[in-house]
């Protein structure tokens, strides 16, 4: 593009692209401060400095950058939505200035809304529960540890999640908040659905259908969960929800190197087989219990009502003040 991003933006890009900075909530968040380090550098360097329609146009081509890098969790884009409607000003200070504000507005309304979804998930568990989590979700972890701190005791199942095995952050997390932990590969899941009480995972994106898109292996254990009697709730703030698929747009799925299924030196043993490693699935709404909200639980099937208050007529987006 004409406007290479600052270094703070490529610097995001690549670490969202690599993973070192993960999960949809820290991926949104970490989107919108690096469109407030585009907006303190543009203000103080070159053409930019000096001239209004370009920092914007420097801004537009940071979001498409930061946008460019995963496909899959709808709160990256909303999150670049978010702070590029706000940009307003007719000159480069007062544009800088609404790009911050509107970044540090951002991150605040996603920290609140995880806190008070954390309160609702935490609502559905009872003293002396067993939890079974996948992969690594804040907002599934706000909801295990609100319940903690509301003095319920709580112990947990964790799946360590293949190929990348988050699940040893969310085992590191739970233990540090004095939660019991037993760790489990993957396929041992169904056999310990039997001493859990609830499963807790979060979300990448929310179809309008009332689909939960999460980490790959999420729509077995919904499966699973449900031939055991147990619920199973998805855990999304509402910077989640997918607002194109109200007119019928599909979720991409993102597919990502074979190199994390197998061995890149083991590659030329094994020979001639196809690897597909597709990081994330759907879990149709009837599999699932309810999605937990900053404003409430939800039936998946009803969730569409929400989105269309959160996105239809006039209302742009969600987290709307
Ligand atoms: C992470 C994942 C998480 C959701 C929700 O996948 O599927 O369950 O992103 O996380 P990856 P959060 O590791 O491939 O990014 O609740 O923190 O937004």
């Known amino acids: ?47 930019t400095a000096s001239d209004p329609a370009a920092f914007r146009a420097s801004m537009r081509a940071a979001a498409r950058d930061l946008r460019e890098t995963r496909p899959t969790a709808v709160s990256l884009p909303n999150a670049l939505r978010y702070v590029l409607q706000r940009m307003e000003g007719d000159s480069v200070d007062g544009l800088r200035r609404s790009v911050v504000d509107a970044s540090e507005a951002f991150v605040e309304q996603l920290d609140r809304a995880q806190e008070d979804l954390g309160q609702v998930g935490a609502n559905r568990l009872a003293d002396g529960d067993t939890v079974m989590t996948h992969c690594h979700s804040t907002d599934a972890l706000a909801c295990i540890e609100a319940a903690v701190e509301q003095g319920k005791s709580i112990s947990a199942v964790v799946k360590e999640t293949r190929p990348r095995q988050q699940g040893h952050i969310t085992a590191e997390q739970l233990r540090d908040a004095g939660v019991p932990v ?18 807790v995972v979060g979300a990448d994106s929310i179809a309008a259908d009332g689909g939960v898109i999460n980490k790959i292996g999420t729509s077995g254990l919904a499966v699973n969960a449900r031939e055991r009697g147990v619920p199973i709730m998805t855990a999304a703030q509402t910077i989640k929800l997918h607002p194109e698929t109200l007119t019928g747009h599909t979720v991409e799925i993102e597919m990502r190197d074979e190199g994390e299924v197998i061995d890149p030196a083991a590659r030329g043993e094994i020979g001639d087989i196809a690897v597909e490693n597709p990081a994330f699935d759907v879990t149709p709404p009837r599999y699932m219990d309810a999605i937990v909200t900053e404003q409430g ?22 987290w709307a003040e």
């Open 182 to 199: 037993t760790l489990i590969v993957d396929s041992a899941a169904r056999r310990y659905l039997d001493e859990v009480d609830h499963v």
């Open 297 to 318: 639980q939800f039936p998946p099937e009803s969730i569409v009502t929400l989105m269309r208050e959160l996105f239809g007529e006039g209302a742009a987006e969600p």
């Open 1 to 47: 593009t004409e406007f290479e991003p600052a270094p703070a933006v490529r610097e995001t890009a690549e670490s969202i692209a690599t993973m070192e900075i993960r999960g949809a909530a820290t991926i949104a968040s970490a989107a919108a401060e690096a469109l407030a380090e585009q907006a303190e550098a543009a203000a103080a360097s070159g053409a």
